[in-house]
């Protein structure tokens, strides 16, 4: 079936230093969106890439999905103490089936 | 975006007994989702909640063990049956509006503990 890893498992950075994390699936993917959960929470949408090589910035955060639309990563600009949690990637194939495949998640601490 | 809302926010439980989670969304939403979460790790597909239908469960997940309930398109149950310590976890419902982003928003969650 249908897999999305998801490297690191953990990262610990220094406040102000980059964070990337890496997606990548078994299969192509129809689109592929990205979820933080901070501890104690729940997951919470942050975005959603569609097209192929597709690039989008959110503040300090850049989502890039892969031309072959099977990898994908998040990075992080000079993190904060803010920023800290778990963040996963998750998968949909294709069909009109709405449920996704999520990663195991990059759970990042920040260190002020 | 979509508000939901889950009942109980978190419960313990005896070996044996059973649990009905409730989730309640505050618009119509075409897919409703059932995930079960250890804590620190990722989320798993218990079932896509399907209004008027039956619900459609992946691998490893049985209607028996997991009955879930859709009367209309803003409400779901799931109740996890003949309890045991080893469903002890967070179960989080989640909705999509269907409307081609996929998109899905999150309840609180409801931890249980089986004792």
């Known amino acids: 079936g249908q897999q999305v890893m998801q490297i690191p498992q953990y990262q610990h950075v220094q406040e102000g230093e980059d964070f990337t994390t890496y997606c990548n699936s078994s299969?192509?993917?129809?689109?592929i969106q990205w979820y933080k959960q901070r501890p104690g929470g729940h997951p919470v949408f942050l975005i959603q890439?569609?097209?192929?090589?597709e690039v989008k910035k959110q503040k300090r955060l850049t989502f890039q999905f892969g031309e072959a639309k099977k990898n994908s990563s998040l990075h992080i600009t000079a993190t904060q103490t803010t920023d800290v949690g778990t963040y996963f990637c998750?998968?949909?194939?294709?069909?009109?089936?709405?449920?996704?495949?999520f990663g195991k998640g990059t759970k990042l601490s920040v260190k002020p | 975006s979509a508000v939901i809302s889950q009942k109980p926010s978190r419960d313990i439980c005896q070996r044996g007994t059973s649990l009905t989670i409730q989730c309640q969304v505050d618009?119509?939403?075409?897919?409703m989702f059932w995930y079960r979460q250890q804590p620190g790790q990722s989320l798993t597909l218990i079932a896509t909640?399907?209004?008027?239908?039956?619900?459609?469960?992946e691998s490893g997940f049985v209607i028996d063990k997991f009955p879930i309930s859709r009367p209309n398109l803003t409400f779901s149950t799931l109740t996890v049956s003949n309890l045991s310590p080893e469903d002890s976890s967070i179960y989080l419902c989640s909705a999509s509006k269907g409307d081609g982003t996929y998109e899905q928003y999150f309840g609180p969650g409801t931890r249980l503990t089986v004792t």
């Open positions: 909640a399907n209004q008027g239908s039956e619900a459609t469960y």
């Open positions: 998750a998968g949909k194939g294709g069909g009109s089936q709405g449920n996704l495949i």
């Open positions: 890439l569609v097209k192929s090589g």
């Open positions: 618009s119509q939403v075409t897919m």
């Open positions: 299969t192509t993917l129809s689109n």
